[in-house]
């Protein structure tokens, strides 16, 4: 006898429950809906609506990834994030919905038909530079990654989005061969984990996250003491930058940005009341 839409979900809910996972109730609705091709409204409005031997057998090898820890976003090759849907794979960090905090941030001070120019250090997937830039019509950006498999899946994505007219994407080394005052904003999610915190990060982040993308040295402030400086001398006068930070280290990237001569430093906090961003401006 088939399974119905609404015995998939409780099922596989109560597996990943079971299993200790967090989120079942949402991870189940994400999976049932994909393997069955059903809506959220489907599973509310025509719960009994028969899942065929094909989707139940696609559903079954769902939930096998997600109780090996796989990330849903893998299992399924996307990932929502802001306005838009991305590809993600292993090549990239998955985005998060606490990086939304510096999307936000962002667009807040830059209205909607307002020219730009947008550089993302260490752009991975997209997400940054192309939530922003599918906000503001009006922007141009340029996407930096030292990983060419990285790159590859930024580009689908702009070209996905409708946004590669827009988008500049190339390898390379943070900001070398970038000009001084190139940008009107500079924004950046670099590897902030300290190298000894990444064996107890949760699986679905240490064992399927490029490790490239999470580790910030030894106290995960590497990256900050040579972007801060380099961040600052690429922005034009007045520009504005937004890095995301670990939740305990916004004073140190603060002070690191100050000494660099970055101007009006803060740091922003996320949903959870964590701090998440810091951001300031170069002087003039």
């Known amino acids: 006898m088939s399974l119905t839409l609404v015995e998939a979900w409780t099922a596989t809910r109560d597996r990943l429950k079971a299993a200790g996972l967090e989120g079942p109730v949402i991870d189940a609705r994400i999976l049932v809906e994909a393997a ?18 094909e ?33 993600v794979t292993s090549e990239v960090l998955t985005p ?3 990086s939304e905090t510096l999307v936000e941030l962002i667009l807040r001070d830059l209205s909607e038909h307002r020219p730009f120019s947008l550089l993302d250090l260490g752009v991975g997937s997209g997400a940054l530079l192309l939530a922003i830039l599918a906000e503001r019509p009006a922007a141009k950006g340029l996407g930096i990654d030292i990983s060419e498999a990285a790159l590859a899946v930024a580009r689908d994505n702009a070209a996905n989005l ?14 070398t061969g970038l000009p001084d005052g190139g940008f009107d904003v500079v924004v950046s999610n670099p590897p902030y984990v300290p190298t000894d915190e990444i064996a107890a990060l949760a699986p679905e982040v240490r064992d399927h996250d490029p490790r490239l993308a999470l580790d910030g040295g030894a106290d995960g402030l590497a990256s900050y003491r040579r972007l801060a400086p ?11 930058f937004a890095v995301e930070v670990g939740h305990d280290q916004a004073r140190a990237v603060e002070a690191l940005f100050d000494e660099a001569g ?5 740091t922003t906090r996320d ?14």
Request: aromatic share 4%.
């Open 230 to 240: 380099e961040i600052v001398r690429v922005l034009k006068p007045g520009g504005r």
């Open 262 to 266: 970055a101007v009006e430093t803060a």
């Open 55 to 87: 989707q139940a057998a696609t559903l079954d090898g769902f939930v096998a990834r997600r109780l090996r820890r796989e990330p849903i976003s893998h299992i399924l090759g996307r990932k929502g994030f802001w306005s838009i849907m991305l590809k």
């Open 96 to 98: 998060r919905p606490e």
């Open 162 to 175: 409708g946004l590669a007219g827009r988008v500049a994407l190339l390898r390379g080394d943070w900001t």
């Open 36 to 53: 069955s091709g059903a809506s959220r409204a489907d599973i509310i409005g025509d719960p009994r609506r028969p899942l065929s031997d």
């Open 271 to 284: 949903l959870a009341d964590r701090d998440r961003v810091v951001s300031g401006r170069r002087a003039g």
